[in-house]
């Protein structure tokens, strides 16, 4: 059973970092197309990056050159690297994968069949 356990966020002020992280388990991470997503109070969830087996990376516009999306093969674990962060950023932040490989903007929800439980980042001006 596929199993995505996010971590690493938390309340960071204008202009800082934080790096969330997705520990993966129930398959091989190497083989699936993962992504991040985040989703504001009374907004719609959000894409915010995908990366694809072989390590090819899409960004929201929102976040691109401050984000980063990683991944460590040999422990399963996805990364968020968040750079410049700005109140607008406030959201929370789901993991997600899907076996089906590709890179296409923009990155849609539906296209992901397994979830993580989400983990809240807070900016403060």
């Known amino acids: 059973q596929v199993q995505l356990v996010e971590s690493g966020g938390g309340s960071v002020q204008a202009g800082g970092s934080l790096r969330l992280s997705c520990a993966a388990s129930?398959?091989?991470?190497?083989?699936?197309?993962m992504g991040w997503f985040r989703q504001g109070s009374g907004k719609e969830r959000e894409g915010v990056a995908v990366?694809?087996?072989?390590?090819?990376?899409l960004y929201a516009d929102s976040v691109k050159g401050r984000f980063t999306i990683s991944k460590d093969n040999a422990k399963n674990i996805l990364y968020l690297q968040m750079n410049s962060l700005k109140p607008e950023d406030t959201a929370m932040y789901y993991c997600?994968?899907?076996?089906?490989?590709?890179?296409?903007?923009?990155?849609?929800?539906?296209?992901?069949?397994?979830w993580g439980q989400g983990t809240q980042v807070t900016v403060s001006s």
């Open positions: 997600a994968a899907d076996p089906r490989d590709w890179l296409l903007l923009p990155i849609k929800s539906a296209d992901f069949a397994y």
């Open positions: 129930g398959y091989t991470s190497r083989r699936y197309r």
């Open positions: 990366i694809d087996s072989v390590g090819g990376t």
